[in-house]
């Protein structure tokens, strides 16, 4: 069975960049293609970007400048970078297995804080 | 992009009920359509896939119907886990969007 576990610190200053790590365990990174999502407190689910194993991306185009998806296929992990981060982008950030037939695997979420 | 408007944005239902939410889409695509369940302080959870089939351990209560702009999540009989928010989202092309949520309410 798989399963997705997100790292990363917890809060982050303004203006810095947000590091987050998905290690994904039971399933090859090989296999479908890996997503973050994110969910403001209070707000609705909004799709940040996704990676395939070769290292083709697609990102969200609000923060497409913003954004770098890498995946380490030898660690089994894939990691988002979020530069230029305000209070806007304080969150719970959530990565998950996808594909045509939705993202049918999600990690438990982690929060994220912006603030000084 | 494809944008998805969810509505209602919030319904109030007793035990038993039967509770319809749509889902529509800004542009016509197939039917690679996605309904989600969210409990508070959860992750979500998939419940329907490709418009219509339902998600391996999902109860048959739940059911998905639609194709081309206007998809449907229907449950047939509200029990009380149902409470939750319910999101679509579809899975057709890049970006990947999600509806704005509905949440299912205790009357």
């Given at each position: 069975?798989?399963?997705?576990?997100?790292?990363?610190?917890?809060?982050?200053?303004?203006?810095?960049?947000?590091?987050?790590?998905?290690?994904?365990?039971?399933?090859?990174?090989?296999?479908?293609?890996?997503?973050?999502?994110?969910?403001?407190?209070?707000?609705?689910?909004?799709?940040?970007g996704?990676?395939?194993?070769?290292?083709?991306?697609?990102?969200?185009?609000?923060?497409?400048?913003?954004?770098?998806i890498?995946?380490?296929t030898?660690?089994?992990?894939f990691?988002?970078?979020l530069?230029?981060?305000?209070?806007?982008?304080?969150?719970?950030?959530?990565?998950?297995?996808?594909?045509?037939?939705?993202?049918?695997?999600?990690?438990?979420?982690?929060?994220?804080?912006?603030s000084? | 992009?494809?944008?998805?408007t969810?509505?209602?944005?919030?319904v109030?239902?007793?035990?038993?009920?039967?509770?319809?939410?749509?889902?529509?889409?800004?542009q016509?695509?197939?039917?690679?359509?996605?309904?989600?369940?969210?409990?508070?302080?959860?992750?979500?959870?998939?419940?329907?896939?490709?418009?219509?089939?339902?998600?391996?351990?999902?109860?048959?209560?739940?059911?998905?119907?639609?194709?081309?702009?206007?998809?449907?999540?229907?449950?047939?009989?509200?029990?009380?886990?149902?409470?939750?928010?319910?999101?679509?989202?579809?899975?057709?092309?890049f970006?990947?969007?999600?509806?704005?949520?509905?949440?299912?309410?205790?009357?």
């Amino acid at each position: 069975q798989v399963q997705l576990q997100e790292s990363g610190p917890g809060l982050v200053k303004p203006s810095e960049t947000l590091s987050l790590t998905c290690t994904v365990s039971g399933d090859s990174i090989r296999s479908y293609y890996w997503s973050w999502i994110r969910q403001p407190p209070g707000k609705g689910l909004e799709w940040i970007g996704n990676i395939y194993y070769s290292g083709s991306t697609n990102e969200t185009p609000s923060l497409k400048s913003r954004v770098t998806i890498s995946v380490d296929t030898s660690k089994n992990q894939f990691s988002l970078r979020l530069n230029s981060v305000t209070a806007a982008d304080t969150a719970v950030y959530y990565c998950a297995r996808g594909s045509v037939y939705g993202m049918d695997a999600w990690g438990q979420g982690t929060t994220v804080t912006v603030s000084s | 992009d494809i944008q998805m408007t969810q509505s209602p944005s919030s319904v109030s239902a007793s035990v038993g009920d039967r509770v319809t939410i749509t889902c529509r889409a800004s542009q016509a695509f197939g039917n690679w359509l996605a309904w989600y369940q969210q409990k508070p302080g959860k992750a979500p959870k998939l419940l329907i896939y490709a418009a219509s089939s339902l998600q391996s351990g999902v109860p048959s209560r739940f059911s998905g119907s639609g194709s081309g702009t206007d998809f449907t999540l229907t449950i047939s009989s509200l029990q009380p886990e149902d409470f939750a928010t319910y999101y679509c989202q579809q899975a057709n092309s890049f970006p990947l969007t999600f509806g704005g949520g509905t949440k299912v309410e205790i009357k």
